[in-house]
């Protein structure tokens, strides 16, 4: 167990629909990031937040966006669902957000998209 | 551009049998960090090792070994004596430079351990 838990484990939901992901890092880690992992694009980094703020964004479409809170949880909010949006998407967490640091991984959420 | 390589994408074996799976890397930055993750059937991501630029010394953890040479921009992963439990998705990654931390991942490598 990494200590970061990611709610909800499943999601099933339809086209043009928004979920909302929720994740909580380690205790004490103050940088939250998001993965996507489908078959045909492997893992991709999302976005990172550190202490609330945006410090990086990768392949976030327009239509995904993500916060962190004062608590240091985030949520990622996914909007206008697509059926490629089905995949799996990780949480991880880390102490700071150094290019040193190790990034543990939550068990992930599947979203299926019908 | 940084890239983590995995040829490899499946590889069968039979219990007992040792196993070596390759990642090979590339990047222009000297600070680097490489990684290995392991993805059981159950889906979550579980850490490894993590290795720094600086120091290639190989590394052994109990039947698990890893060999970093900076001269092939190699980092490989040797599981001994593999076991069932062994099966899994394992995945190489690359973080790189200074400030903030992005891994970039392999495509990983499946094994399937028999008994």
């Known amino acids: 167990d990494s200590g970061v838990t990611q709610t909800p484990k499943h999601l099933i939901t339809a086209t043009g629909q928004r979920v909302t992901l929720r994740c909580s890092p380690r205790?004490?880690?103050?940088?939250v990031y998001w993965y996507q992992q489908s078959l045909d694009q492997g893992l991709q980094f999302l976005i990172q937040y550190y202490n609330g703020e945006e410090r990086a964004k990768g392949n976030i479409l327009e239509r995904f966006s993500a916060q962190q809170f004062p608590d240091l949880h985030s949520e990622l909010n996914l909007s206008s669902l697509e059926l490629g949006d089905s995949a799996l998407y990780f949480c991880?967490?880390?102490?700071?957000?150094?290019?040193?640091?190790?990034?543990?991984f939550g068990p992930g959420t599947r979203l299926t998209v019908l | 551009a940084q890239k983590v390589t995995q040829a490899q994408t499946e590889i069968s074996v039979v219990e007992k049998e040792d196993v070596t799976l390759d990642c090979v890397y590339e990047t222009r930055d000297t600070t680097y960090y490489l990684f290995w993750y392991k993805q059981p059937p159950s889906g979550e991501l579980v850490f490894l090792i993590r290795?720094?630029?600086?120091?290639?010394q190989n590394e052994i953890s109990g039947r698990y070994s890893w060999n970093f040479q900076k001269s092939t921009s190699s980092f490989n992963f040797t599981i001994t004596a593999s076991q069932v439990v062994d099966s899994a998705v394992y995945f190489c990654?690359?973080?790189?430079?200074?400030?903030?931390?992005?891994?970039?991942f392999g495509t990983g490598t499946r094994l399937l351990v028999s008994p």
């Open positions: 205790s004490g880690d103050l940088s």
């Open positions: 990654a690359l973080s790189y430079g200074t400030g903030f931390q992005k891994l970039v």
């Open positions: 991880a967490s880390s102490e700071v957000a150094q290019s040193t640091d190790t990034q543990y």
């Open positions: 290795r720094n630029s600086f120091d290639e």
